[in-house]
């Protein structure tokens, strides 16, 4: 497997937060979606892998005893740290590659990772990484851009597409600034069919618990129209019926993970389950904007308040 392509926003200090301007209603469902799915559970470690100026915060801060924002873009993190810490004091954020997650194997007892998955190349070998960190039996919900919703559907038919039927990551063509791309650049933005998504969380160990579509009405005539209250109480209405839930254009999947019984090494001190994203040895706090690993002697600076552990394997 060659070495995965990672997204960087830094590359051309691209602002996340502003893609959000006027997307009110799948803010909203995606927000619901969450809820529904973390309701009743309370977890010690919790990461937001992808994470980024923290829009899902609101949904998982009161169910984590140590929120755990993860996210590759470094400015995103430190641009958005004071706002984070005012609102959700106990929120910890880290620079980090979901190929190599920094963290302690059986330290993280909860997961999401929303609007992110479509930029990894190889899913496989990051939900391998990810079986690592979790504990036995942690909740995990991993959200997807869905190849197959109606839309897509109706247009491979309309063009006689044929091969859009199958079950491969679909390449999202580029159009212009592709969430911090420069046209013409190479760049991940995958779609995954419901089939290919749900076998591999299997094959790494994720037991399927529920599945939920959402963004039903991701039409921008509609939205124009349809106020934004309303287009997310039908939506919500569409999660309740059965059979159409891998139409929608997102789809999140709840999961608990199956593993061998280990001692876990879940901790609420942050500094107790870093790791070094090289070699995986506990890290050590050597002051108070460095961190070293006495294995592979890699020391990790803190940078405007943020613990910079990106590592993007072997050259």
């Not at 899913?123 to 839309?151: D, M």
Request: a positive charge.
């Amino acid at each position: 497997m060659s070495k995965p392509f990672v997204v960087n926003y830094d590359d051309h200090h691209y602002n996340y937060k502003s893609y959000w301007k006027n997307r009110d209603y799948e803010n909203v469902v995606e927000q619901n979606t969450l809820k529904k799915l973390l309701k009743k559970h309370m977890f010690e470690t919790f990461i937001d892998i992808g994470g980024s100026f923290g829009r899902a915060l609101p949904t998982y801060y009161d169910h984590a005893n140590l929120p755990i924002i993860l996210d590759y873009s470094l400015e995103t993190l430190q641009q958005n740290y004071n706002e984070i810490k005012t609102k959700y004091p106990k929120t910890e954020l880290i620079a980090g590659n979901a190929y190599h997650l920094p963290f302690v194997e059986n330290s993280i007892s909860g997961g999401i990772m929303i609007r992110t998955l479509h930029h990894i190349e190889f899913p496989n070998k990051y939900l391998g990484e990810l079986r690592k960190i979790l504990t036995p039996e942690a909740i995990y919900i991993q959200e997807y851009a869905n190849k197959h919703h109606v839309k897509a559907i109706l247009k491979a038919l309309f063009q006689r597409k044929w091969e859009f039927f199958n079950h491969k990551p679909y390449q999202q063509p580029s159009q212009g600034y592709h969430e911090g791309a420069k046209p013409g650049e190479d760049y991940v933005f995958l779609n995954f069919s419901n089939q290919f998504i749900t076998t591999l969380l299997k094959k790494n160990g994720f037991k399927i618990k529920k599945e939920i579509g959402t963004s039903f009405f991701r039409i921008p005539q509609i939205k124009k129209i349809v106020p934004t209250p309303i287009l997310a109480r039908l939506d919500l209405f569409l999660q309740n019926v059965p059979g159409i839930q891998t139409l929608a254009p997102s789809i999140y999947i709840k999961t608990s993970l199956t593993k061998r019984q280990h001692s876990e090494n879940v901790s609420t001190n942050i500094y107790k389950i870093l790791a070094c994203p090289k070699c995986k040895t506990r890290l050590i706090q050597e002051d108070q904007t460095h961190l070293k690993c006495y294995t592979c002697n890699t020391i990790y600076q803190e940078k405007s308040n943020i613990w910079d552990l990106r590592y993007d394997g072997e050259k």
